[in-house]
T-cell receptor, first 114, second 117 residues
Framework: QKEVEQDPGPLSVPEGAIVSLNCTYS??????FMWYRQYSRKGPELLMY????GNKEDGRFTAQVDKSSKYISLFIRDSQPSDSATYLC??????????????FGQGTILTVHP | DTEVTQTPKHLVMGMTNKKSLKCEQH?????MYWYKQKAKKPPELMFV???????INESVPSRFSPECPNSSLLNLHLHALQPEDSALYLC????????????????FGQGTRLTVV
């Protein structure tokens, strides 16, 4: 079983839709959670960073963490064609064999069509 | 300046060639990373440098040889690569190692797209 599971999609939505992207994890040592956006043939760009259960909002993006369920989400409101990219969740463990290393999910390919 | 610059953007090399990938950052970051990313896969960690010293080698074959000549530069020397080594090679940097300050942010470069023929 992978430490981080993320549905690769692809996910296709109309412009203006609310998008929900999700990751589950099995390692209880994961304490820090990130969402990266990666455009085709580009490097990943950090979108959101959170380390506590609950919601964190930044503009159209909301990151949600539920440590009791080992589940994180990224919501995109009023999605735009420019949001079309691959979204990668990433996690940092506070101990154990993955200590100090970013562990990525597989990435979800999102297309927002006009 | 929050930029990590990688050169070249594209590289095609034969299996007997020797080439180098370069990465540069001027954010004063003391941790630098090499990742390999195959198509439709997440980045995989290869090497981590902290204060110009190799901190982590994820059991990478010796045909990949990293070098950190100073705090701003990171190189990846390539020799006798195989076609399966074709991938996007990403450099990243962070203020310090994640294990030193967990809420430190990693900045990625645009990558070098390597094709081995």
């Amino acid at each position: 079983q992978k430490e981080v599971e993320q549905d690769p999609g692809p996910l296709s939505v109309p412009e203006g839709a609310i998008v929900s992207l999700n990751c589950t994890y099995s390692n209880s040592a994961f304490q820090y959670f990130m969402w990266y956006r990666q455009y085709s043939r580009k490097g990943p760009e950090l979108l959101m960073y959170t380390y506590s259960s609950g919601n964190k909002e930044d503009g159209r993006f909301t990151a949600q963490v539920d440590k009791s369920s080992k589940y994180i989400s990224l919501f995109i409101r009023d999605s735009q064609p420019s949001d079309s990219a691959t979204y990668l969740c990433a996690m940092l463990a506070a101990g154990g064999t993955s200590y100090g290393k970013l562990t990525f999910g597989q990435g979800t390919i999102l297309t927002v069509h006009p | 300046d929050t930029e990590v610059t990688q050169t070249p953007k594209h590289l095609v090399m034969g299996m007997t060639n020797k080439k180098s990938l370069k990465c540069e950052q001027h954010m004063g970051h003391r941790a630098m990373y090499w990742y390999k990313q195959k198509a439709k896969k997440p980045p995989e960690l290869m090497f981590v440098y902290s204060y110009e010293k190799l901190s982590i080698n994820e059991s990478v074959p010796s045909r990949f040889s990293p070098e950190c000549p100073n705090s701003s530069l990171l190189n990846l020397h390539l020799h006798a690569l195989q076609p399966e080594d074709s991938a996007l090679y990403l450099c990243a940097s962070s203020q310090v190692l994640f294990r030193d300050i967990m809420n430190t942010e990693a900045f990625f470069g645009q990558g070098t797209r390597l094709t081995v023929v």
